[in-house]
């Protein structure tokens, strides 16, 4: 298996404008992760989907991010716009929830710069 | 508010040391504990814990749980400068559609 894919790997791109950071879970889980990692806050949970379905989205800092997961294989993180305070590394994450405890296997990451 | 903290923050040590690494929670429904360990990548998985008192073992790595004490350590045994990263502690809530809690990580420097 390849394991959890993201594109892209690094991203520089200027305040305002639109971002998009894309996941390919592993093949088979049911459920997804986004997460944001920086020095001062360490890594941090975005949104996570069951099937597909949106469960939690608390942790999206504001209305400028929004995900989106329109089937199993494919997920996205937007964030329109951008704004320098969101550089970070981004890490998507996929797991497969039998109704018993299971690891997260994370996918390499987006290292977003803002400027 | 349901919180995981690790300590120390970082830690040096030399090659052949033995270092423990801990992991305090304070979760709602509990499920499971887990380690991992991060290089200048993702963070890769090492151990699941989920009953007390039974130690998991991978080469010089090995983790406990102590669910009435709300804590877990990681020892590693006789250190190599490849085992320098960051390890994560994080927590599993039941019916939670598998979201973790993440601790702050622990950074550990093994010099030679």
Same mark, same amino acid.
């Given at each position: 298996?390849?394991?959890?894919?993201?594109?892209?790997?690094?991203?520089?791109?200027?305040?305002?404008?639109?971002?998009?950071?894309?996941?390919?879970?592993?093949?088979?889980?049911?459920?997804?992760?986004?997460?944001?990692?920086?020095?001062?806050?360490?890594?941090?949970?975005?949104?996570?989907?069951?099937?597909?379905?949106?469960?939690?989205?608390?942790?999206?800092?504001?209305?400028?991010?929004?995900?989106?997961?329109?089937?199993?294989?494919?997920?996205?993180?937007?964030?329109?716009?951008?704004?320098?305070?969101?550089?970070?590394?981004?890490?998507?994450?996929?797991?497969?929830?039998?109704?018993?405890?299971?690891?997260?296997?994370?996918?390499?990451?987006?290292?977003?710069?803002?400027? | 508010?349901?919180?995981?903290?690790?300590?120390?923050?970082? =830690? /040096? /040590?030399?090659?052949?040391? $033995?270092? $423990?690494?801990?992991?305090?929670?304070? /979760?709602?429904?509990?499920?499971?504990? =887990?380690?991992?360990?991060?290089?200048? *990548?993702?963070? $890769?998985?090492?151990?699941?814990? %989920?009953?007390?008192? @039974?130690? *998991?073992?991978?080469?010089?790595?090995?983790? @406990?749980?102590?669910?009435?004490? =709300?804590?877990? @350590?990681?020892? @590693? %045994?006789? %250190?190599? %400068?490849?085992?320098?990263?960051?390890?994560?502690?994080?927590?599993?809530?039941?019916?939670?559609?598998? *979201? =973790?809690?993440?601790?702050?990580?622990?950074?550990?420097?093994? *010099?030679?």
């Amino acid at each position: 298996d390849a394991g959890v894919i993201q594109s892209p790997r690094h991203e520089v791109t200027e305040m305002g404008q639109e971002v998009t950071l894309r996941c390919k879970p592993i093949s088979g889980h049911n459920s997804l992760f986004w997460y944001r990692q920086t020095m001062m806050r360490g890594l941090e949970l975005l949104i996570y989907f069951n099937n597909n379905v949106p469960i939690d989205d608390s942790g999206m800092p504001e209305d400028r991010f929004s995900a989106k997961m329109p089937n199993a294989s494919f997920s996205t993180l937007k964030i329109q716009p951008s704004e320098p305070r969101d550089s970070a590394v981004y890490f998507c994450a996929s797991s497969l929830i039998r109704g018993q405890a299971y690891e997260q296997y994370f996918g390499p990451g987006t290292r977003l710069t803002v400027t | 508010e349901d919180k995981v903290v690790q300590s120390p923050l970082s =830690l /040096v /040590v030399h090659e052949g040391d $033995t270092v $423990t690494l801990n992991c305090s929670y304070e /979760v709602t429904n509990f499920r499971s504990l =887990l380690w991992y360990k991060q290089e200048k *990548k993702a963070p $890769t998985f090492l151990f699941m814990l %989920t009953s007390s008192g @039974i130690e *998991k073992k991978s080469g010089r790595l090995s983790s @406990i749980l102590d669910k009435k004490e =709300l804590f877990s @350590i990681l020892n @590693i %045994t006789a %250190t190599q %400068t490849g085992d320098s990263a960051v390890y994560l502690c994080a927590v599993e809530m039941d019916n939670q559609g598998g *979201k =973790l809690i993440f601790g702050q990580g622990t950074e550990l420097s093994v *010099k030679p």
